[in-house]
C-alpha cells in the first residue's frame, strides 16, 4: 500500500476511536413501552380463530379480496340454485292446478 492510504487509515481509526455515542432516552419512555406491552395483551386476548383470520388470513388486502369474492361467487350459485328449485315445484303446482280446472273429469273428483 501507499503511504496516502496508511496516513488516511490511521486518520480514520483516531476519529473512530474519539467517536462517543451518548443515547438520550425521552422520560417517558419506559411509560411508553409498557403501555405496547399492555395494548399487545390486551390484543391477545382475543379468541384464536378471530387471531388467525385478522393476522392470517385475512391480514392481506389480496387474501381478504380473494375470499370476498368467493363468498360472493358461491353464494350467487347458491341463490341461482334455489330459487331454480322453487320455481321449478311453483310451476308444477300451476300446471296442476290448470289441468284440474279445465279436464272435466277432474271436477267430478272435487264433488
Known amino acids: 500500500m501507499n503511504e496516502c492510504s496508511i496516513n488516511m487509515d490511521d486518520e480514520l481509526k483516531k476519529q473512530l476511536a474519539s467517536w462517543k455515542v451518548q ?3 425521552p422520560p417517558d419512555f419506559q ?8 395494548a399487545r395483551e390486551v390484543k391477545s386476548s382475543r379468541p384464536h380463530f378471530l387471531l388467525v383470520l385478522s393476522n392470517g388470513l385475512l ?3 389480496r387474501l381478504a ?3 370476498i369474492t368467493l ?10 340454485l334455489e330459487s331454480t ?4 315445484e311453483d310451476w308444477k303446482t300451476l300446471e296442476a292446478k290448470y289441468v284440474q280446472s279445465i279436464d272435466p273429469y277432474q271436477h267430478l273428483k272435487s264433488y
Not at 31 to 38: D, P, S
Not at 85 to 88: D, M, V
Open 23 to 25: 443515547p438520550e432516552i
Open 31 to 38: 411509560r411508553g413501552v409498557w403501555n405496547r406491552i399492555a
Open 59 to 61: 391480514g392481506k388486502p
Open 65 to 67: 379480496a380473494c375470499a
Open 71 to 80: 363468498s360472493a361467487v358461491v353464494g350467487a350459485t347458491l341463490g341461482l
Open 85 to 88: 328449485r322453487a320455481n321449478t
